[in-house]
T-cell receptor, first 111, second 110 residues
Framework: DQQVKQNSPSLSVQEGRISILNCDYTNSMFDYFLWYKKYPAEGPTFLISISSIKDKNEDGRFTVFLNKSAKHLSLHIVPSQPGDSAVYFC??????????FGDGTTLTVKP | DAGVTQSPTHLIKTRGQQVTLRCSPKSGHDTVSWYQQALGQGPQFIFQYYEEEERQRGNFPDRFSGHQFPNYSSELNVNALLLGDSALYLCASNQYNEQFFGPGTRLTVL
């Protein structure tokens, strides 16, 4: 039973356009959500997070939206840059406990 | 600040052997978590150590054990290795709700 799902294994966008990465979860106890970015041969790097008491958090080109009723969150990157090409993981935790990760979406930004 | 460091970077073992992986957390962090990342999957939580004790554990068999030292560094031990244990093993140190990951140890079991 996978509690955090990223249904799109890959996404390709043109430089300058918006990238939208999606994530669904099933556990209602999750109260904190994070996005990580991973380059080959490196560990995941924290990108942005959102608490369940909010529905939007923005940091520069990155915005995370949370829809609790739909148990869905998304990461928007605008404008997308070639350096954004990486694997993006969605993760969720409950009460500052362990993080449960999705399987990742590989984003390719074409120049 | 060196961030989270892990050693070794790569390791090759044969079935039935035992392996020890090491992790030093980010300076000032006292909580260490270990994850297993199989190819094409997201990291899977193994366990978390705080104050030298295992605080949380994921769905991994007892062959996976760990230890945390007084300086907060940690070890992951895997006994009786199986082919399916081949994966990237990630260590993360925690500050509040954020986790900072090391580069991982790539374990190959032949």
């Amino acid at each position: 039973d996978q509690q955090v799902k990223q249904n799109s294994p890959s996404l390709s966008v043109q430089e300058g356009r918006i990238s939208i990465l999606n994530c669904d979860y099933t556990n209602s106890m999750f109260d904190y959500f994070l996005w990580y970015k991973k380059y080959p041969a490196e560990g995941p790097t924290f990108l942005i997070s959102i608490s369940s008491i909010k529905d939007k958090n923005e940091d520069g080109r990155f915005t995370v939206f949370l829809n609790k009723s739909a148990k869905h969150l998304s990461l928007h990157i605008v404008p997308s840059q070639p350096g954004d090409s990486a694997v993006y993981f969605c993760a969720a935790s409950a009460h500052a406990g362990k993080s449960t990760f999705g399987d990742g979406t590989t984003l390719t930004v074409k120049p | 600040d060196a961030g989270v460091t892990q050693s070794p970077t790569h390791l090759i073992k044969t079935r039935g052997q035992q392996v020890t992986l090491r992790c030093s957390p980010k300076s000032g962090h006292d909580t260490v978590s270990w994850y297993q990342q199989a190819l094409g999957q997201g990291p899977q939580f193994i366990f978390q150590y705080y104050e030298e004790e295992e605080r949380q554990r994921g769905n991994f068999p007892d062959r996976f054990s760990g230890h945390q030292f007084p300086n907060y560094s940690s070890e992951l031990n895997v006994n009786a290795l199986l082919l399916g244990d081949s994966a990237l093993y990630l260590c993360a140190s925690n500050q509040y709700n954020e986790q900072f990951f090391g580069p991982g140890t790539r374990l190959t079991v032949l």
